[in-house]
């Protein structure tokens, strides 16, 4: 079966502070990965996927196939990135989700 | 206002009761999904549809039903066959985008069994 891995659940960060959302995948074939973020009292969105290797809000995601990894990255943290980040992985037409790691951004 | 609205956001069952959640959408997506969401266990799929009169089970399927008789309209039923059926559900749909599936989600319904 397809799994995505967050092996933390809580990471605490200061303001300015760089921060690294781990995200590992078991796929052995060419995944599609995302990563979708929930803000305190909003829905669930998308954040970026791997496909369009863009940066939105400061955060980018480089896909390492070697490593099955796809881990969330930004240098300078902010207080409103404080949320919910879920790692997932789509495989035929079904997305499997991580367990989440909530990101917690202090002043 | 395009999207996804789930209805009830919450919602209280006795136990043995069935109850149906609904989810409609009008983005004109062809795909659309449930997902239950626990703490600490992240989203896991319950059912999905690819498109009108077809769907499929996900990985926790048991003492559920859904069904697609409109393209816009996903609804779930929660049976007295689920064991536990206290949790935030959470009704998705996908649009092919720049070659990537990506999914829109609702804002969520609660159930609760008393």
């Known amino acids: 079966a397809q799994r995505v891995t967050q092996p933390e659940k809580l990471l605490s960060v200061f303001k300015g502070a760089p921060v690294e959302l781990k995200c590992n995948y078991s796929y052995s074939g060419s995944p599609e990965l995302f990563w979708y973020v929930q803000y305190s009292r909003q829905r669930l969105q998308l954040l970026l996927r791997?496909?369009s290797r863009e940066s939105i809000k400061g955060f980018t995601a480089d896909l390492n196939k070697g490593e099955t990894s796809f881990h969330l990255k930004k240098p300078f943290a902010q207080e409103e990135d404080s949320a919910m980040y879920y790692c997932a992985s789509k495989y035929g037409q079904n997305f499997v989700f991580g367990p989440g790691t909530r990101l917690s951004v202090l002043p | 206002d395009g999207g996804i609205t789930q209805s009830p956001k919450y919602l209280f069952r006795k136990e043995g009761q069935n109850v149906t959640l609904s989810c409609e959408q009008n983005?004109?997506?062809?795909?659309m999904y449930w997902y239950r969401q626990d703490p600490g266990q992240g989203l896991r799929l319950i059912y999905y549809?690819?498109?009108?009169?077809?769907?499929q089970k996900g990985d926790i399927a048991e003492g559920y039903s859904v069904s697609r008789e409109k393209k816009e309209s996903f609804p779930l039923t929660v049976t007295s066959a689920q064991k536990n059926p206290t949790a935030f559900y959470l009704c998705?749909?996908?649009?092919?985008?720049?070659?990537?599936?990506?999914?829109?989600f609702g804002a969520g319904s609660r159930l609760t069994v008393l």
């Open positions: 998705a749909s996908s649009m092919q985008l720049s070659g990537a599936n990506v999914l829109t």
């Open positions: 791997h496909i």
């Open positions: 549809s690819q498109i009108v009169n077809d769907f």
């Open positions: 983005l004109n997506h062809d795909a």
